[in-house]
């Protein structure tokens, strides 16, 4: 499993694919928080957080991270070189599980950089360090938890198809559905207290709840068992070859 954990990483950093997502990322994200006027400039907003960074990413995720997963069963479908991973002595869960953490690690990669931000907030602030540290290490958190869900559904999405496009169009989709689509039904008042419910299912609900800072076990555990429904499904699908 390491072995391929690496080789897939190195697939990702030997490729101008990977610096090109990672690159996209951090450009489009500095220029809206420093660049462009908009309300989540910190310039303009004159206030000492990166919250608008954390307003940005997770529509950003939505096309970076299936950027990053369309390739990661498609392409071995594509090239053939599927049935010849499947015949090495790894599980069908060892071979996802491989394939999600170097993901989640390009994924790691993409935000470091974004540090800089902080660091400059930080000594921008007025006294000096007048920043929300909690509030921020929070949000970084809920950024990799809404990254390594989105991941899943990249997966399974590209475990559905041998074409790219298409396995980065359908998880694309099926993000923003997630992210936004039961806050969008929980907008209908006609719903009562079972809106509410639906909104919980929602990946925006507990983003948003992490973001404050404050770590709750039930938005832990909402992003985990998504993380594992897919990851499931997505080994589901691999099985499908035995039916």
């Known amino acids: 499993m390491t072995s ?31 660049v462009f006027p908009n309300m989540d400039n910190i310039m303009e907003a004159g206030l000492s957080d990166v919250q608008g960074l954390f307003n940005l990413s997770q529509f950003l995720f939505i096309f970076l991270v299936p950027a990053i997963t369309m390739r990661s069963f498609a392409e071995e479908k594509r090239t053939g ?40 907030v930080y000594f921008l602030g007025n006294p000096v360090g007048n920043i929300d540290m909690g509030s921020t290490w929070g949000s970084y958190l809920g950024l990799l938890f809404l990254g390594a869900t989105f991941i899943s559904v990249g997966l399974f999405a590209s475990s559905l198809t041998n074409n790219q ?50 770590i709750d076990t039930r938005d832990i555990i909402y992003f985990c068992s998504v993380i594992f429904i897919f990851l499931f499904g997505t080994r589901m699908v691999l099985l499908s070859r035995k039916w």
């Open 4 to 34: 391929l954990y690496i080789k897939e990483l190195k697939t990702f950093l030997s490729s101008i694919i990977g610096y090109i997502i990672i690159g996209v990322f951090l450009i489009i994200s500095g220029l809206f928080l420093w």
């Open 81 to 120: 070189t599927m049935d010849l991973l499947l015949t090495k002595p790894l599980t069908d869960m060892q071979i996802i599980w491989a394939k999600f953490l170097s993901c989640l690690t390009l994924l790691v990669i993409a935000l470091i950089p974004t540090l800089v931000y902080v660091i400059s």
């Open 165 to 214: 496009i298409v396995a980065f169009i359908v998880a694309a989709a099926m993000c923003f559905i997630l992210l936004f689509g039961f806050a969008f039904i929980y907008s209908f008042e006609s719903l009562g207290a079972v809106g509410y419910y639906l909104k919980t299912l929602g990946a925006e609900h507990h983003y948003a709840s992490i973001s404050k800072g404050v």
